[in-house]
């Protein structure tokens, strides 16, 4: 029976193989990648091709071998290379992406044992990972390429530095002939081939696969309605995000069906996918003269940016020209080169129809009738005098569906460049495919010259209708870009028609997408220490093997348990409304529901408090956002639940006011309280001493967390004395305890949390999840069975909500050398409808204002705004990374206004006294901030490179090039930490510790503190979990602090066992560590019997709680002062970019971070979450962006809309150094915190766009300064680079039309 649609619930969790991840179910993560192998009859070979699980039902699976993770190396056997590879090089921190980075690369490899590197990032191109910032699994993987030594490229430099994070010895080979063969009895199977027709049949779907054509016309006639699906990469979503159903499809079979023929050009079956597609435009464009191919080439340019491999090894050209969605980019290229449809019905026959605008009736609707189906397409050659482009532009450059894409082809009578066709289409300007047919045709018969250019762009314009209210916003952007893709077409065509072999401007060449590689270094530890001793050595994550072959497990991969249910969130559709009804009854009488849940069921108090703010578990009488939680439906499944959630009935009565900006939220005087201040001097006075006073506002949008594992858990009722269990992923599991208490009414001590670890938290788990896990904890109570809570992606972006827009509004006063004497800042943060840690937020926000700076006249205010959005919360920084970029905006702005370079206003201002005082009057020392920027600038190479950005832009005119560097200096917090210790009598060590892990590596250094106290090896320490009953009132895993604290309290603990294991020791000084574990246990044994105490004779356990003992931390917000931080961690970062003025696409060109650590206890650890946090940086300050609706409903709530970075995202050349000689008295061995501070050095990227930009501007008259709201996307670039294009698209007045979306 076909209960789910899902390979994934139906094939790996029947099995109970759960190393294929679910990240978002619609094929835009990559988690859940698996190698699917089948007979291709057509050519007598085997294919092996990776896909996205999630989208693969498992019945269309028939006569195919799945390999997944599991099923190519474990640790109990053998690791496969790739397995090894990607652990030993560091490139799996909270290990959710891992097994499907392996997948990847493993097809890969078996496709083709020595790849480019070129195929590596092919492979990857569809996988996201959320921690790592992919170079490090760039860097175990590049160890299988052909290219000499690619794995030691940086030999050691000096006694004291070392440049290696991993090493090549001992490391599996890659033996091809080891692999699984496909299975005999399938290759049988496939040859004979007449299986005959399938037939699948659920309790809500039925699936047909038809033996041959024949049977497709005659099914296609029988059930007109039912889809054909193929690839199901559009079915699939629909049905699986979109709750779309189809009682009956009928799926082909792709490979018998596949056929290639050539004749007047290439014909492509419909069913062939779309990388055999590029395959084939390959071959040509390799065996044909490039003339005939010009089509071909264009059609390439498009693929090689089109989703990502997996969905173009399942998706197919004729789901793609079918499913009628503008933004895929096909249609617009194939309809320019005039292609051709064949289709064919079983009453009708084959009929050939042109692929036109007129195929295309409506969004997902074409001309075909409901009986045909699409048998081929005919791509036909170019003729001599025809010049073709493709342009897309998305809101990532690869594995991200585009705004606008475009067809351009234009024929020449021969010898001449009079325009004898033109043919331009666009997708992304309207429902369906749009053909400029007007201008085309007034174009027709003029040379191509620029008169032609400037009436196609004033005809472009007047055809190109684009409602200012659009589905898709973006309007003056989509509009610039048809003109702007026209311009470099235009040029193109101009510099082919002038027999310029090379193309010259750099506008007409895309960027070129490549592989993040990295120079790093880092300081050795000291001769003295003992080659036992693993702290600050590059130790791999603990975890790492078993991340890699899929046998960690997270809190969703614990088998269910007998009788198990799941509960569905049921979510307000109103941003602020009176609830009248709650209607249950249709839900409950559904198949499989057990029972609803709302405020009334809570047995306990239906509120989370945190420092006095409650927050509603279920909305009781009023709703005051769009997904907040109103309700519970709890089913025997996830889809009878999910499926009987949005049946459940709310009534509501809308209330006012209601809104949701920051502007709004000023306008109404709406802000939580207390409000913040922090003032040092006078600022007032200052103002009027100054040369110049500016004052200005920047922007900045929030952030998704977007964790590659959402939010959820297990409870589970014990029946005993009321006991729960719940295995969750929280990082502070404490809250989450205390939480469900109160909720339920019951003690503490009966309530036990367990988390193993968290496939990501980033500060997302703190909160909701204990608000998440209290509903699924009274539904086990209600119920008496074990419940399970996952949230689907959609979900997880609607409820849980992210990190702070904030506003950041400034004064500044400045003298004509750049010396900024006062600054006077108002913060506002949209802290959405409860206060939640907004207030905290905040207070970060200003107590990093001044940054490296010392503005002798600085005040700051903070006021957090209330507005009717789902409540903002912790994202790693903590409002760090929005003060800081408000500060660092007003440095800019105010060398741009001295005419100085950017780097030097900061020079001037930088704190520089050995002793310095912050602006809240925290005395520090700048001298390893110095030494950071110092040193930054100098291996960055700065200077000249400043020097070579300025030449490109004058020999440049459409593309520019921008480089910007930035101190930083960042507080760290410390917390007390608790630690528990047991040694066995066989010699083996339990650690458990009140930290979480989630891909930091708390673990890995807590073992290797351990280590080098006990003298054991790590080995033979082990790390369960992280339970409430082990370590109990444990803090949070946060803000930095989760090293700092649980280290010291492992190391006070291992210490106390030590004094304990002593006296033994010394007795017996050539005894082995076991033997001294043995006699220490007798010993207690022996003193037991004989009365003695326990503590005269030790005991091999110890239980820490490490309360903090550096400097005394407090702030006085009343007298602006107070040292608010233990201590500072320093760094500076350098980045350029490059910039496509035409598109506003922008590339990532080179980084270098010096970053301030301490004494690194693992310099592989740290240099990953530096290069991590600065990647998920460069998503805030550049790609990320939430869209809402006018009515306050998120509206990009998976990987289709919200793009984090991917693979192309990294910049090539990415360097990073931990500075030698750090020191830090008040943290662990004379370490620092490193999770947080790097977020903020990508804003180092935004700075350098800012600069790129500014020089298009200069070169056309405009001014430096000009409005740049981060993140920076390629919309925002392309518009800030005003020019003839962007003029012709002017934005409407406010107020005359309804935007499509809001900047929140
Ligand atoms: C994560 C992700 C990223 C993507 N990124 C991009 C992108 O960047 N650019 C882009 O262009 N596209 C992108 N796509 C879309 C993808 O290319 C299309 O979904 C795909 O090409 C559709 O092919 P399919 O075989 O999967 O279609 P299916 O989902 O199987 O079917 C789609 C539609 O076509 C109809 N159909 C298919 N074949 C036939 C036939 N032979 N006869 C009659 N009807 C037929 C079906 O009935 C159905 O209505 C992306 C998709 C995903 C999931
Ligand atoms: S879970 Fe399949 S791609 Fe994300
Ligand atoms: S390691 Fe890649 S998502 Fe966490």
């Given amino acids: 029976m076909l209960s789910q649609n899902h390979l994934h619930v139906s094939l790996l969790y029947i099995v109970l193989l759960t190393g294929t991840k679910y990240g978002c179910g619609g094929g835009g993560c990559g988690a859940c990648t698996v190698m699917v192998s089948k007979y291709d009859q057509l050519n007598n070979r085997v294919l092996h091709y990776t896909v996205n699980a999630c989208l693969q039902p498992i019945c269309t699976l028939h006569g195919a071998a799945v390999v997944t993770v599991e ?80 794995f030691n490229l940086f030999p050691q430099a000096s006694c004291l530095i070392q440049k290696e994070l991993f090493h090549m010895d001992n490391v599996l080979p890659l033996d091809p002939s ?107 464009v390799r065996e044909m003269e490039a003339e005939r191919t010009r089509g071909y080439q264009a059609l390439l340019q498009t693929l090689q940016c089109l989703a990502g491999k997996q969905i173009r090894n399942m998706a197919t050209i004729g789901g793609n020209i079918l499913s009628a969605n503008p933004k895929y980019d096909l249609n617009s290229v194939l309809a320019a080169l005039d292609c051709t449809l064949q289709v064919m019905s079983k009453e009708n026959g084959t009929r050939a129809i042109t692929l036109n605008e007129e195929l295309f009736t409506g969004f997902g609707k074409t001309a075909l009738r409901p009986d045909e189906v699409l048998l081929s397409i005919d791509i036909p050659y170019s003729k001599p005098w025809e010049f073709v482009s493709a342009f897309r532009q998305a809101q990532r450059r690869e594995f991200a569906f585009s705004i606008v894409n475009a067809g351009m082809k234009v024929l020449f009578r021969e010898g001449t460049n009079i325009v004898e066709s033109l043919n331009i289409y666009y997708g992304g300007v309207g429902p369906t495919l749009v053909k400029v047919g007007r201008t085309c045709q007034k174009l027709v018969g003029r040379s191509w010259g620029e008169d032609l250019l400037a009436d196609a762009c004033r005809l472009l314009e007047e055809e190109v209708e684009l409602s200012d209210s659009a589905h898709g916003g973006k309007v003056e952007y989509r509009k610039t870009l048809t003109t702007s893709f026209f311009f470099k077409f235009y040029m193109q065509v101009l510099q082919e028609l002038r027999e310029r072999v090379h193309i010259q401007d750099s506008a007409l060449k895309p960027f070129k997408n490549e592989v993040p590689q990295g120079h790093h270094s880092f300081q050795l530890v000291s001769n003295a220490q003992s080659s036992q001793d693993p702290v600050g050595h590059p130790m791999m994550h603990q975890a790492a093997f078993h991340q890699a072959t899929g046998e960690a497990q997270y809190y969703d991969d614990i088998p269910a348990v007998q009788g198990e249910l799941f509960v569905f969130m049921v979510t307000s559709t109103r941003a602020h409304a009176k609830i009248i009804n709650i209607d249950p009854s249709e839900a409950l009488g559904m198949t499989g529901v057990v029972t609803f849940l709302s ?157 193993r670890r968290l496939g990501g938290a980033f500060g997302g788990k703190v909160m909701k999840i204990a608000s998440l896990s209290a509903i699924t904890a009274t539904a086990a109570v209600k119920t008496g069975r074990p419940v399970r809570c996952v949230l689907e992606r959609g979900d997880d972006m609607l409820i849980t909500s992210g990190r702070h827009p904030f506003l950041g509004k400034y004064k500044v006063g400045y003298n004509n050398d750049g010396t900024i004497m006062a600054a006077d800042i108002t913060y506002y943060s949209n802290g959405g409808c409860t206060l939640n840690e907004s207030l905290a937020i905040m207070e970060k926000a200003l107590l990093h204002m001044d940054n490296g700076y010392k503005i002798p006249n600085l005040r700051g205010r903070g006021l957090v705004c209330k507005t009717y959005l789902p409540s903002y919360t912790a994202f790693r920084g903590f409002g760090g990374p929005q003060g800081l970029m408000v500060m660092e905006s007003v440095l800019h702005e105010v060398a741009v206004k001295c005419g100085l370079p950017p780097q030097k206003v900061r020079e001037i201002n930088m704190y520089r006294e050995e002793e310095c005082y912050t602006h809240h009057k925290q005395l520090f020392s700048p001298r390893d901030m110095l030494r950071c920027w110092d040193e930054c600038l100098d291996k960055a190479g700065y200077h000249d490179r400043l020097q070579a950005i300025q030449q490109f832009n004058t020999s440049n005119r459409w593309k520019k090039r921008g480089i910007s560097a930035v101190p930083m200096k960042f507080g760290g917090v410390c917390s007390d930490g608790a630690a528990l210790v047991n040694i066995y009598k066989d ?21 290797q503190i351990a280590s080098r106290i006990l003298k054991v090896p790590m080995s033979s320490i082990h790390i369960k979990e992280t339970c409430t009953g082990n370590v109990p009132n444990a803090a949070p895993s946060a803000a930095s602090f989760g090293t700092d604290a649980v280290g010291m309290a492992v190391k006070d603990a291992c210490e106390k066992l030590m004094r304990r294991l002593k006296p033994f020791m010394e007795n017996h000084p050539k005894y082995t560590w076991q033997q001294w574990t043995v006699i220490t246990a007798m010993a207690r044994f022996t003193a037991l019997i004989l009365g003695t105490s326990r503590s005269q004779v030790g005991y091999p356990n110890a239980v820490t709680v490490w309360v903090s003992r550096g400097p005394h931390t407090d702030m006085d917000w009343e007298n602006s002062e107070g040292p608010a931080y233990y201590y500072f961690t320093f760094g500076a970062c350098c980045s350029e970019v490059e910039i496509d003025c035409l598109t506003g696409d922008h590339k990532n060109l080179r ?63 990415f360097n990073v150094h931990l500075l030698a000689n750090a020191q830090n008295p008040h943290a662990i061995y004379r370490s620092k915190g490193i999770g947080e501070p790097p977020v903020f050095l990508a804003s180092t990227i935004f700075f350098a766009i800012k600069e790129a930009v500014a020089a298009a501007r200069r070169e056309r008259g405009l001014g430096d300064s000009f409005p740049l709201s981060s993140p920076a996307t390629a919309e925002r670039i392309r518009m800030a680079c005003e020019d003839q294009f962007t003029e012709m698209a002017p934005s409407p007045k406010k107020g005359t039309f309804k935007p499509w979306s809001i900047n929140i």
Avoid: W
């Fill in 1151 to 1213: 980084t270098d971070i010096v970053m301030d650590v301490g004494r690194s206890l693992n310099p592989a650890l740290d240099i990953g979450q530096i290069e991590g946090g600065f990647v998920q940086g460069i998503g805030l300050y550049t790609i990320e962006e939430l869209q809402f609706s006018l009515e306050g409903v998120l509206m990009t709530r998976g990987p289709s809309q919200y793009k984090i970075p991917a693979l192309c995202d990294v910049p090539p050349q």
């Fill in 987 to 1007: 010699g083996s060590v339990l650690v458990a510790h009140g930290g979480t892990e989630m891909g930091q590596g708390i673990n890995t250094k807590a073992l």
């Fill in 71 to 150: 099923g190519i190396g474990s640790t109990k056997t053998k690791l496969h290379p790739v397995q090894e590879r990607i652990a030993k090089a560091h490139g799996s921190q909270c290990g959710f992406c891992t097994p499907g980075m392996v997948m990847s690369m493993y097809t890969l490899l078996r496709n083709k044992p020595h790849p480019t590197m070129e195929d590596i990032r092919e492979a990857l191109g569809g996988n996201l990972c959320r921690c790592t910032g992919y170079r490090p699994i760039i860097d175990g993987f590049k160890t299988f390429c052909d290219v000499s030594n690619a």
């Fill in 599 to 755: 405020a009334g069921d809570v047995p306990g108090q239906n509120r989370r408090m945190l420092f006095n703010n409650p927050e509603e578990l279920f909305a009781e009488e009023e709703v005051s956002c769009v997904g907040q939680i109103i309700g519970a439906v709890v089913a025997e499944s996830r889809e009878q639940a999910r499926r009987a959630a949005q049946m459940v009935k709310v009534t509501y009565q809308d209330l006012l006011p209601v809104f949701f900006t920051i502007e709004e939220a000023i306008q109404h005087q709406s802000f939580f309280d207390p409000k913040r201040k922090l003032e040092r001097g006078d600022v007032d006075k200052a103002f009027e001493t100054v040369d110049q006073i500016l004052e200005d506002e920047i922007y900045l949008g929030g952030q998704e967390h977007f964790y590659m594992e959402t939010q959820g858990l297990i409870a589970v009722p014990k029946g005993e004395n009321g006991e729960l269990e719940l295995f969750v992923a929280s990082q502070h599991s404490a809250y989450t305890q205390e939480v469900v208490g109160i909720t339920l009414g019951i003690d503490s001590n009966k309530i036990t949390c367990h988390v």
């Fill in 178 to 284: 080891q692999d699984l063969i496909f299975p005999p009895e399938l290759m049988i199977m496939g040859k004979k081939r007449a299986c005959g027709s399938l037939c699948f049949q659920g309790d809500r779907l039925k699936l047909i696969s038809p033996v041959d054509l024949t049977n497709l016309l005659e099914l296609k006639t029988e059930y007109p309605e039912a889809p054909v699906v193929v690839g199901n990469t559009t079915i699939g979503p629909n049905m699986q995000v979109k709750g779309v159903h189809h009682p009956l499809t009928i799926y082909l079979f792709v490979i018998y069906l596949l056929c290639v023929h050539v004749h007047a050009g290439v014909s492509m079956g419909a069913v062939c996918t779309l990388s055999s597609l590029k395959e084939e435009m390959e071959r040509a």
